[in-house]
């Protein structure tokens, strides 16, 4: 019978423990323990020991018996462990029943070739994860994800005070054996890697954005899409989602769905990033080339010229372009476009911050198709 113990080293230490004469020997450091019969066989073979060390002993509680200095080695191999009247222990070296081996017994003894058959963590594996995964925190935009899709949640963190509000929330996650924590504001900070947490944060699986085609078959009699050309500031993306939302504008195209997921942008959407898709296409210019084979109007906007808003009528099927912060739309994205506008105003500054633009653009459409 083998027992196996890991050391802090990684080693195992193994203890062989033999069974003679259907008896269970003691232990062999102590020689106390073993079985009654097999003490008693012992101490009949051995007798009794004499002189004043013996009668010492006695009267501390109990004799010790050892095998006398003439008994053959057949005896004194039963009284393993124990010291002869000199105090030398009879065990040499060689009979410890312990021994140190580098690693734990294996079936297959190719596997002794790996580094002492620790875990190998897949670093392809890891960065496949993180890819997939997201972090997503504020309290409405967690609240709204759960009731959109709980199942994307991988794991989750809550400070005590908003645990009351996340109720429904908890239960789910126990239910579903998912990993939840209740932590101090300080670990939540390191958790979800921001200060403007608002108590919750939720490891998620994202989304990947819908091909143009599969849009198309799905799309309403009345559509608008937004087309987000190299809109990248999650602040931004957050307010647009949250217009969308508001205005009942559910298709955004973009280069990268994964912008919509981005802690920052969900935070900001306050919710409202659960009432839009993201859609994909070839390349960008290759999507509004599929909405407009479609039937829909490509819309551009321009600061310096094109149709003034409170004229120009917008068509209930459209997609309308909007450009990067800093540089507005590309030539190439701006020639795509069947109409474009702009948004008259005072002209103290140059144009409008992308997504207050997107507010009034879309707050228009819905006032005439609706």
């Not at 996340?166 to 900070?189: G, P, S």
């Not at 960008?284 to 551009?300: C, M, P, S």
């Not at 500054?349 to 707050?363: D, F, P, R, W, Y």
Request: with cysteine.
């Amino acid at each position: 019978m083998n027992d196996e113990f890991k050391g802090k080293s990684g080693k195992v230490k193994v203890m062989y423990v033999r069974d003679e004469e259907s008896g269970q020997k003691p232990n062999p450091r102590t020689g106390k323990g073993g079985r009654p019969a097999a003490r008693q066989e012992d101490n009949r073979r051995s007798g009794p020991r004499s002189g004043a060390r013996n009668n010492e002993e006695g009267g501390r509680g109990g004799a010790r018996s050892s095998a006398p200095r003439g008994a053959s080695n057949t005896e004194r191999g039963r009284s393993f462990g124990r010291r002869d009247d000199r105090g030398d222990d009879n065990r040499s070296f060689g009979d410890s029943p312990w021994r140190t081996v580098s690693r734990p017994p294996v079936a297959d003894e190719s596997q002794l070739d790996d580094a002492a058959n620790k875990p190998v963590i897949d670093p392809e594996q890891i960065r496949r994860q993180r890819q997939e995964e997201t972090r997503v925190y504020g309290e409405n935009a967690c609240q709204a994800l759960f009731l959109s899709r709980p199942e994307s949640i991988v794991r989750a963190w809550f400070i005590q005070s908003v645990t009351p509000r996340f109720r429904e929330t908890l239960r789910w996650l126990a239910a579903n054996r998912k990993a939840y924590h209740v932590v101090e504001d300080a670990e939540l900070t390191k958790a979800s890697g921001t200060e403007h947490h608002g108590g919750v944060c939720f490891i998620i699986k994202k989304r990947m954005g819908m091909p143009v085609t599969e849009w198309l078959t799905r799309a309403p009699t009345k559509d608008c899409v937004l087309a987000l050309e190299d809109v990248s500031n999650p602040h931004n993306l957050g307010g647009i989602m949250r217009s969308c939302a508001h205005f009942g504008v559910k298709g955004l195209l973009v280069n990268d769905a994964s912008l919509l997921e981005s802690g920052a942008a969900v935070r900001t959407a306050e919710g409202g990033a659960e009432h839009v898709q993201a859609i994909s296409g070839e390349s960008f210019a290759d999507g509004l080339e599929a909405f407009r084979k479609a039937g829909y109007t490509i819309v551009t906007t321009s600061s310096h010229e094109g149709t003034p808003l409170a004229k120009a009528e917008l068509p209930a099927k459209m997609v309308l372009v909007l450009g990067q912060e800093s540089e507005g739309l590309s030539d190439s994205a701006f020639q795509q476009g069947d109409l474009s506008l702009s948004i008259g105003g005072t002209g103290n500054v140059e144009s409008l911050n992308v997504s207050v633009a997107t507010g009034i653009l879309l707050a228009e459409w819905w006032r005439q198709n609706a």
